[in-house]
């Protein structure tokens, strides 16, 4: 019983981009008038789908590091202090753009649904993916 549910806990190696891969999906779905996505409920989703690829890029990076999946972060301030004491030591950039991400994709895309210009979004989804590689890596 306890390896079944020790495998289910394991963070799989790839699952960040397996996330923002379904962000892009539900905007390429998304009808565009203009320069803004029409509905801004699936707009809404892909950024909070981003936003979970954020994390299991970090997720995945700690675990490499040596973390158990129980000693995963929860909140958003214990991902801020496990960028620092376990990512950062090599790059003090990685929590300024974690800081970044969360501000665009989950307070002003999914959270308050303010992100709907459609070069706007392509963007975060740019930085998404660039941060997902940085932290991977």
């Known amino acids: 019983m306890q390896k079944r549910q020790a495998k289910r ?15 892009r ?5 998304t009808q565009i008038e203009g320069n803004n996505y029409m509905d801004r409920k699936p707009i809404r989703e ?10 299991e890029a970090i997720n995945e990076a700690l675990i490499k590091k040596g973390l ?10 214990t991902y801020r202090i496990a960028l620092q004491d376990h990512l ?3 790059n003090g950039k990685l929590l300024k753009e974690f800081n970044s991400l969360y501000d665009a994709l989950h ?15 392509k963007e975060a ?3 998404t993916e660039r941060f997902i590689k ?3 890596a």
Do not use: C, D, W
């Open 9 to 23: 806990q394991i963070i799989k190696e790839g699952e960040a981009i397996r996330y923002l891969e379904n962000a």
């Open 25 to 29: 999906e539900i905007l390429r779905n």
């Open 46 to 55: 892909a950024f909070g789908t981003a936003y979970l690829a954020v994390l």
């Open 68 to 77: 158990t999946p129980k000693q995963l972060p929860k909140k958003v301030e």
């Open 88 to 90: 950062s030591v090599k």
């Open 107 to 121: 307070i002003a895309g999914y959270y308050q649904g303010l992100l709907y210009e459609v070069h706007l979004v």
């Open 125 to 127: 989804m740019k930085a």
């Open 134 to 136: 940085k932290v991977t």
